[in-house]
């Protein structure tokens, strides 16, 4: 599996119904993560494997409207899917810059945190994940630094053993994927799709 994928984002209009339906996939249930502050989500978590994981976020009923939209497209979603990944990164800025220069937009480097169930805060740095590069075929990168990896803590018993993507302009995907030093393979299909392949107690189920 390419070591470079930190987690999947698999994003819900009702947090409840992602978990739900997660685990009626998997046969298992997601560890509660934590609360976004500001950004109006939660997520919850399983882990794929070593230092990777599915995260399930949603809107969070417990936080106000955000003034800005939820992320990841989350308040004009119909029903649970996966929206894009997330590649271990590091000297972000660098990494952003780079790909500008290529042609590819990765959007600012910023900060970010959650705040765990038991109260222990998680911090992070990332390119920014509302800038969608190729319809989410692209990721956005993230360095946790010093903090805990979250796949240490979620629940296990599921592994990815595959990730893969389709798009009707398969070649242009691939240029701006390959351009990143990204092993994501894309093929030709109707309409942009993040196809993960994953081990589980259920047996082997593609996740859309």
Request: avoid cysteine; glycine fraction near 10%; charge should be neutral.
């Amino acid at each position: 599996m390419d070591s470079t994928i930190d987690h999947l984002v698999y994003a819900t209009p009702d947090f409840h119904l992602g978990i739900e339906t997660i685990e009626r996939l998997f046969g298992v249930r997601a560890t509660p993560g934590g609360q976004h502050p500001g950004r109006g989500t939660r997520n919850a978590l399983i882990s794929l494997g070593p230092k990777v994981y599915l995260e399930i976020i949603g809107r969070d009923p417990a936080q106000p409207a955000p003034p800005q939209p939820r992320p990841f497209g989350i308040d004009d979603l119909k029903e649970p899917r996966l929206v894009t990944w997330v590649a271990k990164g590091e000297n972000l800025e660098s990494v952003a810059k780079e790909a500008a220069h290529a042609g590819v937009k990765l959007g600012e480097v910023i900060d970010g945190s959650r705040q765990r169930t038991h109260g222990l805060v998680l911090s992070w740095r990332y390119t920014d994940p509302r800038t969608v590069a190729f319809d989410g075929l692209v990721p956005f990168f993230i360095d946790w630094g010093k903090t805990p990896h979250p796949a240490d803590a979620a629940t296990p018993g599921a592994s990815l053993t595959g990730l893969r993507a389709e798009h009707p302009d398969p070649e242009t995907v691939q240029k701006a994927l390959d351009t990143l030093g990204l092993a994501l393979r894309v093929q030709r299909g109707p309409r942009p799709a993040l196809i993960a392949t994953v081990d589980t107690p259920r047996g082997r189920v593609e996740l859309r």
